[in-house]
């Protein structure tokens, strides 16, 4: 039996409790309730237990529940998976964040195919901080260049940074990492001027380490929904 609504609860005491001691307003951090793989239905559980935000990384996958959901009204849909510059068109239209631009190619093809009625597609750059080779992510001295052109597309808005780091040993390790791509955010804010409200990083495993670096968004899949097949 799952308990959607007991382990919802959890998270967001875990938030709390990592927010207020390091002094954060817990209001700051949002939940994104990462749905991928899982049904409408649990979906609909976690919607039941109050979370708006949902996180996608299979377009197809997501497009059955997205549909299957049209008329609940107050959903976003995050979209957090590698992108292929062949399906940007389906994240552009139906997608309210797109968390994992990490090439100008696909910003602009996001900013030519986002319908003229909505507003702007919220975008996160996704950075590569373990420097692997065949990870998605850009490479932390290839942001500003990036940023740069990204914040000026009329159809988007750069909302900041998201990463997805190898698993460390500890919860200091862990911060320290995080602490990185705050770092980096604060620097691209100094040097183009612009303003970046959102860090999304921490997952089930290190949401505790993400939040006391300075986390706006957690992404938590296994802690609310179970593991998945
Ligand atoms: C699957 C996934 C998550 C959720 O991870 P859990 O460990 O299940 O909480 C978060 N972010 C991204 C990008 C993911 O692909």
Partial sequence: ???????????????????????????????????????????????????????????????????????????????????????????????????????????????????????????????????????SGKSPDELPALASAVSTLPNLKLRGLMTIPQKRQNKEAQRACFQQLTDLRDQLERSLGLTLDTLSMGMSADLEAAVTAGSTIVRIGTDIFGPRE
């Avoid at 979906?43 to 039941?48: G, L």
């Avoid at 389906?90 to 030519?112: P, Y």
């Fill in 1 to 135: 039996m799952s308990d959607i609504a007991g382990n919802i609860s959890k998270i967001q005491q875990r938030i709390t409790k990592a927010a207020t001691d390091c002094n954060r307003n817990p209001e700051s951090i949002r939940l994104l309730a990462v749905s991928k793989t899982k049904p409408a239905s649990m979906v609909q559980e976690a919607i039941a237990a109050g979370i708006h935000d949902f996180g996608e990384n299979y377009l197809q996958d997501a497009m059955e529940k997205i549909t299957a959901l049209a008329d609940t009204p107050d959903i976003h849909w995050h979209f957090i998976g590698p992108l292929q510059s062949n399906k940007t068109r389906i994240a552009a239209e139906h997608f309210t964040w797109v968390h994992t631009v990490d090439r100008l190619k696909i910003a602009q093809r996001l900013n030519d195919q986002r319908p003229k009625d909505l507003p702007p597609l919220n975008i996160c750059l996704q950075v590569n901080l373990d420097h692997e080779a065949n990870k």
